[in-house]
């Protein structure tokens, strides 16, 4: 691995970074996403050598690097207020970190090549004072890619700019670390950079690590209750095991509903391990909606009352009742019309049972009675 952290723990007093465990191939995109406070940027400045563990190793390309000095690294950062020296215009203040690494005839020639990529060829003598907010930033981007760092790191680098702005330069980005072979560890809180440039996703809470894993897993399999509501799975329910073989598994909820999985990597060990007692998540984009009960290949079928309904964006949100359980589901504007979606109307839910999703997989004794 390129990048292993081990046991790494570090003590501010009022928050504790506890017992991280990771590792990142070269070249591998790995966005940290999590509440605020959780601990994201305390890691990539941990990382980078700002704060020093408690215990616990930092290794990089084999080598241990706690003990080494930020600037010793080879480690480049990038914040969310890019911090650009303002009696410098943007050719200098690209070329401040490289001069200690090339020549003064090879900087002009790497800052060339990196304002095309960036798209600032034009601005490269401009006052810093003078620039918008995605030229600040991709002037701190080209400062940092240019003395060739083993790893960036990006604390919401696009958290600040506006929309049509973030767009750009996330596809931007995405083709650049690529042509420099940059590892590069972002924090973000938008998930359409998560779903852009993330080849894996971490989801932290508390100071710890909750998942660490591609991102369909994270989002279609999440490991346990606080990261399937965090990246939106809104449906999450415990239910008793009525039935388990090693193809699916029947559950029933409180309200009586019967639930069938066929999360096949944990339906064999529920069975094996006589677990009593799960939680299971769908997400909203799975839920089908109907007037009318239908046969389809949807193994999980139910009647309930829309007791919400919320417009958001394109897309609207129900919310359906069924015995005392609610179900969400996203519908398109036009669909709803369809429908004739309202309060109090009573209409069939279904989803697949490869949709429903089992919880705290590796912990089942957490939620067994």
């Given at each position: 691995?390129?990048?292993?952290?081990?046991?790494?723990?570090?003590?501010?007093?009022?928050?504790?970074?506890?017992?991280?465990?990771?590792?990142?191939?070269?070249?591998?995109?790995?966005?940290?996403?999590?509440?605020?406070?959780?601990?994201?940027?305390?890691?990539?400045?941990?990382?980078?050598?700002?704060?020093?563990?408690?215990?616990?190793?930092?290794?990089?390309?084999?080598?241990?690097?706690?003990?080494?000095?930020?600037?010793?690294?080879?480690?480049?950062?990038?914040?969310?207020?890019?911090?650009?020296?303002?009696?410098?215009?943007?050719?200098?203040?690209?070329?401040?970190?490289?001069?200690?690494?090339?020549?003064?005839?090879?900087?002009?020639?790497?800052?060339?090549?990196?304002?095309?990529?960036?798209?600032?060829?034009?601005?490269?003598?401009?006052?810093?004072?003078?620039?918008?907010?995605?030229?600040?930033?991709?002037?701190?981007?080209?400062?940092?890619?240019?003395?060739?760092?083993?790893?960036?790191?990006?604390?919401?680098?696009?958290?600040?700019?506006?929309?049509?702005?973030?767009?750009?330069?996330?596809?931007?980005?995405?083709?650049?670390?690529?042509?420099?072979?940059?590892?590069?560890?972002?924090?973000?809180?938008?998930?359409?950079?998560?779903?852009?440039?993330?080849?894996?996703?971490?989801?932290?809470?508390?100071?710890?690590?909750?998942?660490?894993?591609?991102?369909?897993?994270?989002?279609?399999?999440?490991?346990?209750?606080?990261?399937?509501?965090?990246?939106?799975?809104?449906?999450?329910?415990?239910?008793?095991?009525?039935?388990?073989?090693?193809?699916?598994?029947?559950?029933?909820?409180?309200?009586?509903?019967?639930?069938?999985?066929?999360?096949?990597?944990?339906?064999?060990?529920?069975k094996e391990k006589g677990i009593e007692k799960i939680l299971i998540a769908v997400r909203p984009e799975n839920i089908i909606f109907s007037n009318e009960k239908f046969e389809s290949s949807a193994k999980n079928q139910l009647?309930?009352?829309?007791?919400?309904?919320?417009?958001?964006?394109?897309?609207?949100?129900?919310?359906?009742?069924?015995?005392?359980?609610?179900?969400?589901?996203?519908?398109?504007?036009?669909?709803?019309?369809?429908?004739?979606?309202?309060?109090?109307?009573?209409?069939?839910?279904?989803?697949?049972?490869?949709?429903?999703?089992?919880?705290?997989?590796?912990?089942?004794?957490?939620?067994?009675?």
């Amino acid at each position: 691995m390129y990048l292993e952290i081990k046991n790494l723990t570090v003590d501010l007093g009022d928050f504790i970074l506890k017992n991280i465990n990771f590792s990142i191939h070269e070249g591998e995109y790995v966005i940290l996403i999590g509440p605020t406070g959780s601990g994201k940027s305390v890691l990539l400045e941990t990382i980078i050598g700002f704060y020093s563990p408690n215990k616990g190793e930092i290794k990089l390309n084999g080598n241990i690097i706690n003990n080494l000095h930020p600037e010793d690294r080879g480690i480049g950062i990038v914040y969310q207020d890019n911090i650009l020296f303002p009696n410098m215009d943007v050719y200098e203040n690209i070329a401040y970190g490289a001069k200690k690494k090339f020549s003064d005839e090879e900087i002009d020639e790497k800052i060339k090549d990196i304002a095309k990529k960036m798209k600032i060829s034009h601005i490269l003598h401009r006052d810093i004072n003078t620039l918008s907010g995605g030229e600040a930033q991709r002037t701190s981007l080209a400062r940092a890619l240019i003395v060739e760092p083993k790893i960036i790191l990006m604390d919401e680098p696009f958290s600040a700019l506006d929309i049509t702005t973030q767009g750009k330069l996330t596809s931007m980005i995405k083709h650049i670390v690529k042509d420099y072979k940059t590892t590069v560890i972002h924090i973000t809180h938008n998930f359409n950079e998560v779903w852009n440039l993330a080849d894996r996703v971490g989801v932290m809470k508390d100071g710890k690590v909750q998942q660490l894993a591609s991102v369909h897993e994270v989002f279609s399999k999440p490991e346990n209750n606080f990261v399937a509501d965090f990246v939106g799975v809104r449906n999450i329910f415990e239910g008793k095991v009525v039935d388990a073989d090693s193809e699916k598994i029947i559950v029933k909820l409180d309200s009586g509903s019967l639930i069938t999985s066929s999360d096949t990597e944990c339906t064999g060990k529920i069975k094996e391990k006589g677990i009593e007692k799960i939680l299971i998540a769908v997400r909203p984009e799975n839920i089908i909606f109907s007037n009318e009960k239908f046969e389809s290949s949807a193994k999980n079928q139910l009647k309930g009352k829309i007791v919400d309904i919320k417009e958001t964006g394109p897309t609207v949100l129900v919310s359906v009742d069924v015995g005392g359980d609610i179900f969400r589901g996203l519908l398109t504007k036009s669909s709803a019309d369809v429908l004739k979606v309202k309060l109090n109307k009573e209409i069939y839910i279904s989803f697949k049972s490869l949709n429903v999703t089992i919880l705290d997989k590796y912990n089942y004794k957490k939620i067994k009675n």
